[in-house]
């Protein structure tokens, strides 16, 4: 590679020119960096582009502009590969800072020394590409959901394997007599058209079907998954859609509904069948029922049974009692219910079922005895009443994820393999941050799931799909729909998360475009969501590696295996290029072309410290790409002003910001750093799941460290921050600037 | 002339609600009723009333006639018509009550005949049947009288001071009542409305 000429170009547009002095900036790059340097009045314009373009005609081959925020303005800036470095003049300091001010000044004097440093210390990646990618999606459940998507794909052009784990395709869906509406006006039940599909599916020659067969062994990664199937066969597949389904939740437990106790208390999905089968009479005599009961949260949004709501069955209610006055008009319909949901636009649904007379009581069913006798507390009269002379009871009960599949045995698991497991699979556990000692909350009980893992990963992190609250293995189910914390792999349908067969065939639909991104982007070495496109790959370097397994644990999307000697390896379609391995490493050996701990060390380093005797003191905030930066972006279009001694540092993840930046920071005489990342928990909005909690908890580790230079703690410190909170930011950013100056200046200025 | 209610032996019987949903004026649309409460929550005499619309329209749903028909609810509605206006599923909240009120003296229970509104309303009926006005001066008297003399001076004394601040501000005429021309018309009037009503009644199941 050639060596590198850089060559800085200043924007004095949008306000930054009358704000400072555009003179003393160009002095920055061409006297203390020695670097050609050019000022625009407009450089997105034409005429600055031109400049660019001409200079990198003559043999500039890295490009530094310090203008807007990096986050804008980015397809102007994009010269055919060139390797670009932007700097914040505008939004994060002269719309943000007094014009014409010393401090506003040495701000943007020092974000032109940070971007400088950054482009001296940075190369652009080269793409990994090696060996053959596979195209073909591989759709796990032959329900409603996985036909859906394996129709999308097939006519998205691509290849499809489609595995169902029954003998025929159609899934839970295919037994139900109608379906509720999903078109205009939304009033009344609509036929079932799960047959159709499967036949579609059946004559599309992109789809190939196995049925009675389940995934017995996945290795790889995206674009070459290896998988083998339980008949033997095996196959090398692109992306995976996991459209497994539910279950109905164990009746059997709902002894005190009725449920065993009674011949004649079914569940909706016996009832389903019923209606299917003809006409719906008692199991017990064979009569026709004249008064039905319908039970809603039956085990539902219950401690004791599923915590959460399911959604639909409220709606599945209204739509069988719907048809049982249908057929005779005659019956009886009650649905008693604690809250009625009809999520969507089923609200026409259920005025359809009031209208036609079916009587809907707010409250909680207690008990269904042997008789048949409903105890109902009314929540609208508030008092208990048996509701007596009933011929048929039904419960609505709630759905459980496949996200294991239960009809297999679990497998063994070495006890030395089974803690971090444990840890990833449960959404409770803390974070597992290597080396640190015991962790600082007790968490609940860990345990596997039970049955067996439904694609068995050969993954360092175990074989399981990582799960989210209550056994659902989504992720972030709104920042992040259809992702499951492994690359390549999505979830769609109720597995996801409670869902009806509309919602699930968008669902499907979207998680089949998320895994043809996946097959695309691994065939040209492209990083996936939300790095989208970025090429850097971490680079591990083995001969300082120490064989600490710690990136191999901290990595959020399970994408670092360990090779037979214990050294790790990267495999790189599965990586997000968050950077969590590099802050992980205790030796600092893993590092990107483009992000180092070198280089984000000399940044920080490059920014100019005043003695303390001039009282302006500096503060860094290292701030996560994704929303801290943006957010402090906006707190510059909103003109929200705040204190001119921060230097402000985009990071792609809390979870790349090693402890050794934070010491350098404090031993060049800053006087305290402060962490910006997004909320970490089992409802984090962290783009890299536990990027931010990890920081956390490092930080939480860095007391030792500040106390052995005779620092105060404090000066450290992690702040919670959404893309929302540009409003909320200066008071977070004022409060721990007036924390700092009680404690003074930091003793190692000038060192 | 007409058919009585049906009267339901158990909890959720739905014989009376349904009664209730094709025989109440409005009643079609009660079905509609989600118990969101914004009728009682419009309701300026809620307070005063033992169940409000709300309630009542869930006992409805419960089977519960006896109580319904007995509470006072029916009675203390003035027909502001802010539940009408504000129901979200367009139930016509006062009509029902006015209608359930009707039922209830109907079919003989008690508040019907002692409730004040009752009484009220009978003086109010009299002082246009006779007049073809209302005049307060004679709905108060008419009201005032029914539970005998001695109750109706006790109750003219205790509105006293009201009754001259009236006279003061001149908003109780002193003289005789007006009546209107041609009462020959109006007694035709209320005459078809009678037997509008009867054949309305004798209509039902």
New interface residues.
Partial sequence: MSPKNTGVYLCSGCGIGDAVSMGSLEKIATKEFKKSCKTNACLCGEEGLETIRADLAGGVNQVVIAACSPRAMTDRFRFNGTQVIRTNLREQVVWSHPANDEDTQMMAEDNIRIAITEAAKSTPPEPKVEGEYSQVVLVVGGGHSGLTAAREASKAGYEVLLVERASQLGGMAAKWSKRMPVRPPYQDPQPNTVATLVKAVEADSRITVKTGCTVAKTSGMPGRFTVEFSDGSSQTVGAFVVATGWRPYDARKLGHLGYGVSPDVVTNVEMEEMLAKGPVVRRSDGKAPGVVVFVQCAGSRDPNHLPYCSSVCCGVSIKQALQLREADPQV?V?IVYEE?RTPGVAEEF??TA??S?V????GTVKTVDAALTVTVD?A??QQE?????VDMVVLATGMVPNSTNVEAEAPEVEEEKLRPLKSDINPYAPFAVAGTGAPPLTPPEEKLPEGAPLLNLQYRQGPHLPMLAHGFPDSHYICFPYETRRSGIYVAGPVRRPMDMGEAAEDATGATMKAIQAIHNAAYGLALHPRAGDLSLPIIGLNQCTKCRRCTVECPFGAIDETDQGFPQVNSTRCRRCGTCMGACPVRTISFTNYTVDMLGSMIKAVNIPDETEEKPRILVLACENDAYPALDMMGIARHQFSAHIRIIPVRCLGSVSMLLISDALSVGYDGVMLMGCKPGDDYQCHFIKGSGIAKERMSKVGDTLKSMALEAERVTVAEVSIADSGRLPKVIQDFVEMLDTFGPNPFKGF | MTTMSPTPTRPYDLGFTRWVYQNIDGGDRMALCMQCGVCSGSCPLSTTMDNGPRKTFMMIRAGMKDAVLKSDTLWNCVSCYNCVVRCPRHVPVAYILHELATLAVREGYAPARTSETNKFVKGFTWSFETFGRTDERIISLFYYFQDGFVAGIKKLLAFKSIAFAFVKVGRLPLGLPHRIKNRGELKKMLAAAAAIEARHTAGRK
Avoid at chain 1, 385 to 389: E, T
């Fill in positions: 009886m009650y009625l259920y005025r009031q209208r007379g009587i809907f009581i707010k009314d609208m009269l009443i048996p509701l007596s002379g």
